[in-house]
Every structure is written in structure tokens, then in C-alpha cells.
């Protein structure tokens, strides 16, 4: 984040470099820096003549440097930006060549997602020297809340840690699902808005009630009740709810809390460091411990591991997954 805030920085300062390599597992900051670079190194005047827009899948490595190679028109820049670059792995390395004499009067732009170049090869040692080289790293859960609050911030509102933990567990950790949602939320909500669970079931659709955060929640404060309604819920809308979605959540938490208790030190910043959790999950391994002695959970995950056998269908006929959930909770429970 501080990198791409920096690149943005130094553009708009004019400081620009005459290659931006844009790679990795996530693909949103490098959308993000492309699209910038498209909107904010020429004006609209000097575009028609001195920007393209190339694909990987239509283009060769050749033809990209040739193009790189020519002068602007009535400009100080060209700018050319090679989005799906990736499919250019094969190739990458002639991009060398061209490094050796590069052209000052053109910005070649390089969107390579979900793949990075190998640290060890000449080319990318060259880019690093001559240019911008951003890896645009995969967030983990544990960090998507304060991501979410950056963003939303950014807007002029603030969202509650309910609500951020919803939109996570619905659209998981793809940034760019995310960032769409909160957009519309924010189309929607007037400036300085709070958005709240209540807005996101409703102009969403994820329930505020029923979901693997109210579960856990329940498991964790042994609210049987609630839990067993929320496993009704969910064996009624299975294609919401997939049962791998949920075992895989529990089993998440019951892996950290035993993780929790092995810890001789339970300060916040200890276990938020060493669980990779956030601020706002911490009270739930506070009362877990509470509610499940160290044993407990050993057994929980084994039970865990069999429900997850039973739901492949290994060992037995398939169950429904209403059925399981309640195996499920019975055996935590218990």
C-alpha cells in the first residue's frame, strides 16, 4: 500500500519512469496503478496519438518493443500499457534488449497478475534498476478488516467491524468483489455515513443473522439455540452456505484458540501477532478459552476432521448437510 501510494505520489510530481512493472497474486493495486497511469500521465489531447492499450494474448514481445521504440507525436511522452502480460511469460526475457537502450520519451506499463518474475534473472535485476517494480502481494484475511477501513475512510465514511466481517466471510479476500460492493454502498449512503450490518444485508443480501461469523459467535459463547437455528438456515440455503465454507471457518478458529492456549504470554498484541487475527476477533479467543479447556478443542478438531471426511463421502453415504451441521454441533457441544 505505502509503494503504491509512493508511485501515485512521484507521478503527479512528475517524476516518471519510462518502465512500470505491475505484477502478482493480487490483482487489484495493479488495476489500480494502470488505470492511473492511463488517466494521469497525458491529457486528453496527447492520448489520441500517444497511448495505447496492448494485450498480452494479441500481442508479441517484439511488437511491444517496436511500438516502445517510436517517438511521441506532438507530445513530451508516449505512454503503453501491456495488460494480461502474463501471457507474455515465455518471452519476458527479451523485454532485456530493449532495457539495455530504453526509450526516455515512452512510459511502457506491464500488468503481469497473478505471476511474479523470477528475482534471479537479468531482466528482472534490469527493471529494478531503470524503472518501477510493484509485487502486488495476496491480503490475508486477518488483514482485509484495516484494508477495508483504509479504503472506506478514503471515501468519507467508516464501517463497523461487524459489517467488514460480513462482506469478508460473503466475497472472501478478492479485493476488487470488495472494493465493487463498497462502492455501491457508497453511491447509496450520504458522505460521513457509517455503513452497518443492517446496510450490508440490505443492499447486499447477506444476512445479518444468519452467516459463519453469527455461527462461530454462537460456538464460541455456546449459545446452542442460536447455532442450531442459524444450521436450519443454512440447510435451507445450501448454495449459500456451502458446508465446506463453514467447516473450514470453525475449524480455523478452533486451530487458533488451541494456538491461544499454548501462549504463556495473552497480552492483545501478542495473540493478535501470533494468531494473525484481528483486533476485533480478539474477544472471541478470550471466552473460547474460557468456554473450551485446551482438551476440548483437541477434540473438537479431530471431530472436525471426521465431519470433513463425512461431507467428501469417505467412510459413509452422503449425508445432507443439515444433518452434518447438527452432528457437527452435537459433538462440540458435548
Known amino acids: 500500500m505505502d509503494q503504491v501510494i509512493q508511485i501515485t505520489k512521484d507521478i503527479k510530481a512528475g517524476t516518471i519512469a519510462p518502465i512500470y512493472f505491475l505484477m502478482g497474486e493480487e490483482p487489484y493495486y495493479i488495476d489500480k496503478l494502470s488505470e492511473f497511469i492511463e488517466k494521469n500521465i497525458l491529457n486528453e489531447e496527447e492520448k489520441s496519438f500517444n497511448q495505447m492499450v496492448l494485450y498480452g494474448r494479441d500481442v508479441s514481445m517484439q511488437e511491444i518493443i517496436s511500438n516502445a521504440k517510436r517517438f511521441p507525436l506532438m507530445a513530451e511522452k508516449q505512454v503503453i500499457i501491456v495488460k494480461e502480460a502474463q501471457e507474455l511469460v515465455r518471452t519476458i526475457d527479451q523485454l532485456d534488449d530493449y532495457l539495455e537502450h530504453l526509450q526516455p520519451t515512452t512510459v511502457l506499463v506491464f500488468c503481469y497478475k497473478y ?8 531482466v528482472y535485476k534490469n527493471i529494478q534498476k531503470k524503472g518501477v517494480l510493484y509485487e502486488s502481494k495476496k491480503l490475508r484475511e486477518y488483514q482485509i478488516e484495516a484494508w477495508l477501513k483504509r479504503i472506506i475512510s478514503g471515501k468519507g465514511y467508516s464501517i463497523e467491524p461487524k459489517a467488514s466481517a460480513m462482506l469478508v466471510e460473503f466475497l472472501g479476500t478478492d479485493l476488487s468483489k470488495i472494493a465493487n460492493e463498497l462502492d455501491k454502498l457508497t453511491i447509496i449512503l450520504p458522505k460521513g455515513s457509517a455503513i452497518t450490518a443492517e446496510v450490508v444485508e440490505y443492499n447486499i443480501g447477506i444476512s445479518k443473522d444468519f452467516n459463519n461469523f453469527e455461527m462461530i459467535k454462537a460456538i464460541v ?32 478458529y478452533f486451530s487458533k ?72 454441533l452435537a459433538k462440540i457441544f458435548n
Not at 443454512?234 to 465446506?244: A, C, G, L, R, W
Open 115 to 122: 505471476k511474479t518474475l523470477d528475482k534471479r534473472k537479468k
Open 221 to 252: 459463547d455456546r449459545d446452542q439455540l442460536k447455532a442450531y437455528k442459524i444450521a436450519h438456515y443454512f440447510s435451507q440455503n445450501p448454495k449459500n452456505n456451502p458446508m465446506v465454507l463453514t467447516l473450514g471457518l470453525v475449524y480455523s
Open 257 to 328: 484458540l488451541l494456538l491461544y492456549h499454548g501462549l504463556k504470554d495473552k497480552s492483545a498484541m501478542n495473540v493478535v501477532k501470533n494468531l494473525k487475527i484481528s483486533q476485533y476477533g480478539l474477544k472471541d479467543y478470550e471466552i473460547g478459552f474460557k468456554n473450551y479447556p485446551m482438551r476440548k478443542v483437541s477434540q473438537i478438531i479431530s471431530i472436525l476432521k471426521d465431519i470433513d471426511l463425512k461431507n467428501k463421502g469417505v467412510g459413509a453415504s452422503a449425508m445432507p448437510q443439515g444433518d452434518l451441521l447438527k452432528e457437527m
